[in-house]
C-alpha cells in the first residue's frame, strides 16, 4: 500500500494549515514541515517511524499531541481492502473503518 507523508521544502516558507488528514506506516517522519510557519490541527499520524518533525510550525490537537500509544489497536481498522477496491457510482472511495480511531476520536481523514 502507498504511504502518505506531508513535507514542505526546506526553503518554503509558507504558512500552510494541515488539518484532519492522516500518515501511516511510514519510514520516517508522518509530517514534516521545515522552515515554514504550518499550523497541524487534528491530524493522525500511525506507525510512522517519527510522527512529527514540525521545525517552526505549530501543533495542537493531533495523535501526537494528545500522548499515549497509537497502533493497529487504536484504530478499527488496518485493512485497505475497502479503500482500494472498486469506487462508488459517482466516483468516490466507499466509506470504511480503515484508520478510523477507535475512541471516536476526530483525528485524521476518513474513507
Known amino acids: 500500500m502507498p ?3 506531508f513535507t514542505q521544502r526546506p526553503g518554503n516558507p509558507g504558512a500552510p494549515a494541515i488539518s484532519r488528514t492522516t500518515t501511516y506506516r511510514n519510514g520516517g517522519s508522518g509530517f514534516r514541515t521545515g522552515r515554514s510557519r504550518a499550523t497541524l490541527t ?4 500511525l506507525l510512522d517511524t517519527e510522527p512529527v518533525r514540525l521545525g517552526g510550525s505549530t501543533s495542537r490537537g493531533n ?7 497509537w497502533n493497529e489497536g487504536s484504530v478499527l481498522s488496518t485493512d485497505p481492502a ?3 477496491g472498486a469506487r462508488a457510482a459517482d466516483g468516490s472511495i ?13 483525528l485524521g481523514a476518513r474513507f
Do not use: E, M, Q, Y
Not at 63 to 69: A, E, H, N, P, Y
Not at 94 to 106: C, E, H, I, Q
Open 3 to 5: 504511504r502518505t507523508f
Open 42 to 45: 487534528a491530524n493522525l499520524s
Open 63 to 69: 495523535s501526537w499531541d494528545l500522548g499515549g500509544v
Open 82 to 84: 475497502k479503500i482500494t
Open 94 to 106: 466507499p466509506s470504511s473503518p480503515f484508520l478510523v480511531p477507535r475512541d471516536g476520536s476526530a
